[in-house]
């Protein structure tokens, strides 16, 4: 499909997220007839109809949205939307177009695309791979989940550029072409329910979720690469569903591509083991991230990277927001906000990222999680005192007392204020205040942006 099939072709946009409206931007440019239709109202969406109305585009908004959409050439769905709806079910038996920006983007891209996926660690790994691919003197466009969606900018995006993209279950599911190099990290489960007010997908089951990814590696060709992680039986059986030259990244043994081992991230050329980093010298904490380094290095090595630029980037990265950022240092005890983990196995990794006590903030909101393994961790660890918040918080105490906790509880606190303010009751200083969720934010907070903002504001407090 070329940009120049959408002059005058009626389109439908379902769903006005941020990766809506930037289709919105570009249908628009390109001469598509378009209409947007979401589930939200005028009044709720605020400054974004104010902007769409501008562009001379019609709207379908409110509880019947989905009620017309007869008569449209091509259907762009966001990725909260669910394939499963039986709106869209019968626009798929009717054969018409049902398409997603992410879709339109790897259909209409000249440049060569880095996918990056796995249950968490996306964001990171794609930042670290975007800023090597930078520093080696490559144009990089990064997009996604962690940077913008980049449909409105694919007609100034040459052969010569790189695109990095970090994908999620949603983004990858429709699907029919496959990133140039696909990197696969860690895969456990996430979105088998939903619980995002503005969202209907979820994904069936673990292995439908799987069957989503896969979409990463399943159309490539013998001239790409897919990069998985060896220690992760998920990760790894990705090698078995691509044509594409394998690659592999560990953390427990040195007969792969790239690996990290005594606290050291080694990357393996035709000619040398060279070594690019420790931990003693990077910013950013926990073996997760040597992990996120060495597939990131790995990935840039493959594109053609200089040693000395993925070096770099390794040694003076300071991680993403609301992904154990440290955020303040009070009295001596440092507060980390990693309010983007949303599930218990990026708590794990936050929790074994420290060796002082810790005070730590869990809890919030449903997300189909089993709390036992973290529980476990938080009791055989140094976690001093468990902050139990919101409405997995009677979930969370459970999974800790059967593990045998003996460090103190605190449960009941309902506003970040009261929160933060029990943490700084409970530290002293050489201690951490770890604010790792586990779970998903919609019982108090809007999302995990607020809920880690809210975090950061109470903690500047403190330092006052």
């Given at each position: 499909?070329?940009?120049?099939?959408?002059?005058?072709?009626?389109?439908?946009?379902?769903?006005?997220?941020?990766?809506?409206?930037?289709?919105?931007?570009?249908?628009?440019?390109?001469?598509?007839?378009?209409?947007?239709?979401?589930?939200?109202?005028?009044?709720?969406?605020?400054n974004?109809?104010?902007?769409?109305?501008?562009k001379?585009v019609?709207?379908?908004?409110?509880?019947?949205?989905?009620?017309?959409?007869?008569?449209?050439?091509i259907?762009?769905?966001?990725?909260?939307?669910?394939?499963?709806?039986?709106?869209?079910?019968e626009?798929?038996?009717?054969?018409?177009?049902?398409?997603?920006?992410?879709?339109?983007?790897f259909?209409?891209?000249?440049?060569?695309?880095?996918?990056?996926?796995g249950?968490?660690?996306?964001?990171?790994?794609?930042?670290l791979?975007?800023?090597?691919?930078?520093?080696?003197?490559?144009?990089?466009?990064?997009?996604?989940?962690?940077?913008?969606?980049?449909?409105?900018?694919?007609?100034?995006?040459?052969?010569?550029?790189?695109?990095?993209?970090?994908?999620s279950?949603?983004?990858?599911?429709?699907?029919?072409?496959?990133?140039?190099?696909?990197?696969?990290?860690?895969?456990?489960?996430?979105?088998?329910?939903?619980?995002?007010?503005?969202?209907?997908?979820?994904?069936?089951?673990?292995?439908?979720?799987?069957?989503?990814?896969?979409?990463?590696?399943?159309?490539?060709?013998?001239?790409?690469?897919?990069?998985?992680?060896?220690?992760?039986?998920?990760?790894?059986?990705?090698?078995?569903?691509?044509?594409?030259?394998?690659l592999?990244?560990?953390?427990?043994r040195?007969?792969?591509?790239?690996?990290?081992?005594?606290?050291t991230?080694?990357?393996?050329?035709?000619?040398?083991?060279?070594?690019?980093?420790?931990?003693?010298?990077?910013?950013?904490?926990?073996?997760?991230?040597l992990?996120?380094?060495?597939?990131?290095?790995?990935?840039?090595?493959?594109?053609?990277?200089?040693?000395?630029?993925?070096?770099?980037?390794a040694?003076?990265?300071?991680?993403?927001e609301?992904?154990?950022?440290?955020?303040?240092?009070?009295?001596?005890?440092?507060?980390?906000?990693?309010?983007?983990?949303t599930?218990?196995?990026?708590?794990?990794?936050?929790?074994?990222?420290?060796?002082?006590?810790?005070?730590?903030?869990?809890?919030?909101?449903?997300?189909g999680?089993?709390?036992?393994?973290?529980?476990e961790?938080?009791?055989?660890?140094?976690?001093?005192?468990?902050?139990?918040?919101?409405?997995?918080?009677?979930?969370?105490?459970?999974?800790?007392?059967h593990?045998?906790?003996?460090?103190?509880?605190?449960?009941?606190?309902?506003?970040?204020?009261?929160?933060?303010?029990?943490?700084?009751?409970?530290?002293?200083?050489?201690?951490?205040?770890?604010?790792?969720?586990?779970?998903?934010?919609?019982?108090?907070?809007?999302?995990?942006?607020?809920?880690?903002?809210?975090?950061?504001?109470?903690?500047?407090?403190?330092?006052?």
């Amino acid at each position: 499909m070329s940009p120049f099939d959408f002059k005058g072709k009626k389109v439908i946009v379902l769903g006005l997220s941020v990766e809506g409206l930037d289709s919105v931007n570009f249908l628009t440019r390109h001469g598509a007839l378009v209409t947007c239709a979401d589930r939200r109202t005028k009044q709720e969406l605020g400054n974004t109809y104010e902007i769409l109305k501008r562009k001379k585009v019609t709207f379908q908004l409110g509880g019947t949205y989905l009620s017309k959409l007869e008569g449209y050439d091509i259907y762009v769905k966001t990725p909260g939307m669910s394939p499963r709806l039986p709106q869209i079910v019968e626009i798929i038996k009717k054969g018409k177009e049902i398409t997603s920006l992410t879709k339109l983007f790897f259909d209409l891209c000249k440049a060569s695309i880095i996918g990056v996926t796995g249950t968490k660690g996306k964001g990171t790994t794609s930042t670290l791979i975007s800023l090597m691919l930078k520093q080696s003197g490559k144009n990089i466009y990064i997009g996604g989940n962690v940077g913008i969606p980049l449909l409105s900018q694919v007609d100034t995006i040459t052969p010569h550029d790189f695109v990095v993209l970090e994908l999620s279950s949603f983004q990858l599911e429709d699907l029919t072409k496959s990133p140039h190099v696909a990197v696969v990290l860690k895969i456990t489960q996430d979105h088998l329910a939903n619980f995002d007010p503005l969202a209907t997908n979820m994904h069936e089951s673990r292995q439908s979720y799987i069957e989503a990814k896969k979409s990463i590696v399943r159309f490539q060709k013998p001239s790409d690469y897919a990069i998985v992680n060896a220690d992760d039986e998920t990760s790894a059986s990705f090698a078995s569903h691509t044509k594409a030259q394998i690659l592999r990244f560990s953390r427990k043994r040195d007969t792969v591509d790239a690996y990290v081992i005594n606290h050291t991230v080694y990357l393996k050329t035709r000619e040398n083991i060279i070594r690019i980093c420790d931990s003693s010298e990077v910013k950013i904490r926990g073996e997760h991230n040597l992990e996120n380094i060495a597939a990131s290095a790995l990935t840039a090595y493959t594109l053609g990277c200089s040693i000395e630029a993925i070096q770099k980037v390794a040694l003076s990265f300071e991680g993403l927001e609301h992904r154990l950022q440290l955020v303040g240092i009070a009295g001596g005890v440092k507060y980390y906000n990693d309010s983007f983990s949303t599930v218990p196995d990026t708590t794990i990794a936050a929790i074994e990222s420290f060796h002082e006590p810790i005070i730590l903030i869990a809890g919030g909101s449903e997300k189909g999680s089993d709390f036992t393994q973290m529980g476990e961790v938080i009791t055989r660890r140094k976690v001093k005192v468990l902050i139990s918040i919101g409405t997995m918080s009677d979930r969370i105490v459970h999974a800790v007392k059967h593990a045998g906790f003996k460090g103190k509880l605190v449960t009941g606190l309902s506003s970040m204020h009261e929160i933060v303010s029990a943490a700084c009751l409970e530290s002293q200083s050489g201690d951490i205040v770890l604010l790792s969720p586990a779970c998903a934010s919609f019982d108090m907070f809007t999302n995990y942006k607020e809920r880690g903002k809210k975090f950061i504001y109470e903690v500047s407090l403190l330092q006052n």
